[in-house]
């Protein structure tokens, strides 16, 4: 990167935009429901790091879920004690390392400029924002990305050069002194590539299938020989990571499982007959992580009759999921391109935190930042220039981006789709939508004003088309969520509340539904629990626990008959 003062200042400006953004979003919400008060996967990664901070490093079974993420807070709890602003300020650190480190690739593989603009990109992209916010390991997966960007730029620029040349003919290049330089020198790059691809996949485990996109990164044309060296050597660090996990995984009755033994469910979830592209639990109204982890196993053991491994349970979902693809090929097709549509939304698709609900409650989200659509286009624009003028060194140079963005996405539309899946993405297309701005400055500087205003007034309307969508906030998704927290604090009464505004706002609500009808029940009212009950379970038949919980209720009533056939139902 150019290293004279001005430019020095310019990206030391940009990341501190970067921090104190954050910051400042950090402080509007730090007391709101979500982020004070944890749900769904940032509760379990709560529990999870708490007890490996208690002493339960081990644990015993094998990983369901991608375990660094835990680890990584057990280690803040050990530290600041059970501080969930200690984590949150952490993630803003490893945020901006992350834009200091997406600017140097950016620089490396095409230039100073940039890399300043893709990282100012990032300090102004809302998403980044939202989760460098949450206990969810998005954040930290999007820094660790920029890192590998960062080494595979490196790498594929050792390739290039007269030192990894001469590999052809020597063991070692000899640098100006004479002392020869030994082979591994070459190899450091490619290994700790294979390190940093190993941690992100105990962050993401569909990072694994990035494999075959990164390694012909090492490859080059006529140096067998290094880029087998290379191969190997990102390949041995990737093992150095996953193998420990793996032999924890098989110690404690996994089977062979490098990482978790849910990618079989996941897929299942995304592959099936009745799947949407988003996530449906294996059985309704059991999306609670607890549940997340024990039905899998529940199910497959009870189909096929014996115990099963971890290793087994995955196989067995992911058997089950491609027989229906080789039955239903068209169908499997049509699911594919639509969650190929929702992973280009424009649309944040939530998960327990809803994006739009949380802009109306921190003044930052609430400015007119840079939103994936308008980095998206802004991507694609910079590709289009590129070919369109012939740049095929920018092209070759811009090779781990494009790798990158390949693997990830087709990782990621494999299995199923929340918006936030897609996030360690970005860094590779704020490189690529860069490009069009670097473009547009120079426009400028050659006093070229027709073409300069004309390309103005396109990044300013593209910047400005997401803010223009009319995406209002899940109200059923974040009415039954405040529920769920407000019943866990033993407010029932602001549980009902909730639970009948997410009822209100999604009239099929079921879990709303069934939450609001057994609060009814404790409280006494029979009278309005048993037509809430009776509504549930005729919404979902097939969700044990509404069945379960409508013959308490007729029980309760006196309806013995009732009871018995809705106990028996959800048995």
Request: hydrophobic share 55%; proline share 6%; no cysteine.
């Amino acid at each position: 990167m150019n290293r004279d003062g001005r430019w020095n200042r310019a990206m030391a400006f940009v990341l501190i935009l970067a921090a104190g953004l954050r910051l400042a979003h950090w402080w509007a919400v730090r007391d709101e429901p979500f982020f004070a008060q944890l749900a769904m996967d940032s509760q379990e990664y709560d529990r999870w790091a708490q007890a490996i901070a208690g002493g339960d490093w081990w644990g015993s079974e094998p990983f369901f879920q991608a375990p660094l993420y835990p680890y990584l807070l057990a280690l803040v709890y050990r530290l600041a004690g059970h501080s969930l602003d200690a984590v949150y300020l952490l993630q803003i650190a490893l945020a901006v390392a992350g834009l200091a480190a997406l600017a140097r690739a950016a620089d490396r593989m095409l230039g100073a400029p940039h890399g300043l603009l893709a990282a100012a990109l990032g300090a102004l992209y809302g998403p980044f924002l939202f989760h460098d916010v949450q206990l969810l390991k998005e954040g930290p997966a999007v820094a660790l990305t920029s890192l590998l960007l960062l080494t595979l730029a490196k790498l594929t620029a050792e390739i290039q050069s007269k030192a990894i040349s001469s590999l052809d003919h020597a063991a070692a290049a000899k640098p100006p002194g004479g002392r020869k330089l030994p082979l591994t020198e070459f190899l450091r790059t490619a290994f700790l590539a294979g390190v940093l691809l190993g941690l992100l996949v105990l962050l993401r485990e569909n990072a694994l299938l990035l494999v075959p996109f990164l390694a012909p990164l090492a490859w080059r044309r006529g140096d067998l020989r290094g880029s087998a060296g290379r191969t190997a050597a990102l390949l041995v660090g990737l093992a150095l990571v996953l193998t420990p996990v793996a032999a924890r995984n098989a110690a404690l009755g996994g089977g062979f499982l490098p990482t978790t033994f849910q990618g079989g469910v996941n897929f299942w979830i995304g592959n099936n007959a009745q799947a949407d592209g988003t996530y449906r639990p294996l059985a309704p109204g059991r999306q609670i992580p607890a549940f997340e982890r024990a039905e899998p196993r529940r199910i497959a053991e009870a189909e096929v009759g014996r115990p099963l491994t971890g290793a087994e349970v995955s196989r067995f979902w992911l058997d089950r999921s491609l027989a229906w693809g080789r039955a239903e090929p068209l169908a499997f097709a049509r699911l594919a391109l639509r969650k190929l549509g929702l992973y280009l939304s424009g649309y944040e698709w939530p998960d327990a935190v809803d994006y739009e609900w949380t802009k109306r409650r921190s003044p930052v989200l609430a400015l007119p930042l840079a939103e994936f659509t308008a980095v998206a286009l802004l991507a694609g624009a910079g590709v289009l220039l590129l070919i369109l003028g012939r740049r095929r060194r920018d092209l070759a140079a811009l090779a781990p981006v494009f790798a990158f963005e390949l693997g990830w996405l087709l990782a990621t539309v494999a299995f199923f789709l929340f918006s936030r899946y897609r996030l360690p993405a970005i860094p590779g297309l704020l490189v690529l939508a860069a490009i069009p701005l670097v473009e547009l400055g120079r426009t400028l500087r050659a006093g070229r004003r027709s073409a300069a205003l004309f390309g103005t007034g396109l990044v300013v309307a593209v910047w400005a088309l997401p803010h223009l969508a009319d995406h209002r906030p899940r109200t059923d998704l974040v009415e039954f969520n405040l529920g769920r927290l407000a019943e866990e604090r033993g407010d029932r009464a602001a549980a009902e509340h909730h639970y009948a505004a997410a009822l209100a706002a999604a009239p099929d609500h079921f879990l709303a539904a069934m939450n609001l009808g057994t609060l009814a029940a404790k409280r006494g009212d029979l009278a309005a629990a048993l037509p809430l009950l009776e509504r549930a379970a005729a919404l979902e038949p097939a969700a044990p626990d509404a069945a379960a919980n409508l013959g308490a209720g007729r029980l309760a009533a006196g309806d013995l008959a009732g009871a018995r056939a809705a106990l028996e139902r959800a048995l």
